[in-house]
């Protein structure tokens, strides 16, 4: 299984993000797999967002709560994020990352796409 993020590496100020997380591998992984979404901006340790369940149910950090969500397409194999009214302090890189177990793992997910980077600024 290969998770790989995709997305713009740029974003205005109070504009919203929209990141990709597509998913190599069998529909039956992808399907049996919660996966999340961290960040890491520059100079600081990882950030959990959220994650999506097996099911579509969703969890996310309380500040982010309000801003924040997370979709998946059994489909096309792909998890989407997107941030509305994003600020300069969401200049980080994102990782889509996937486990059997959700909630906050640190750095035990089984799976990590590369991660991608996004700069805000106008």
């Known amino acids: 299984v290969q998770l790989q993020e995709s997305g713009p590496g740029l974003v205005k100020p109070s504009q919203t993000l929209s990141l990709t997380c597509t998913v190599s591998?069998?529909?039956?992984?992808?399907?049996?797999?919660?996966y999340t979404w961290i960040r890491q901006p520059p100079g600081k340790g990882l950030e959990w967002i959220g994650d999506i369940s097996y099911s579509g149910s969703t969890n996310f950090i309380p500040s982010l709560e309000n801003r924040a969500s997370i979709a998946r397409d059994t489909s096309k194999k792909q998890i989407t994020l997107q941030l509305t009214s994003v600020t300069p302090e969401g200049a980080a890189v994102y990782y889509c990352?996937?486990?059997?177990?959700?909630?906050?793992?640190?750095?035990?997910?089984?799976?990590w796409g590369q991660g991608t980077q996004v700069a805000v600024s106008s």
């Open positions: 990352a996937g486990d059997r177990r959700g909630g906050i793992l640190g750095y035990e997910y089984e799976y």
């Open positions: 591998g069998d529909s039956a992984t992808f399907s049996n797999y919660y």
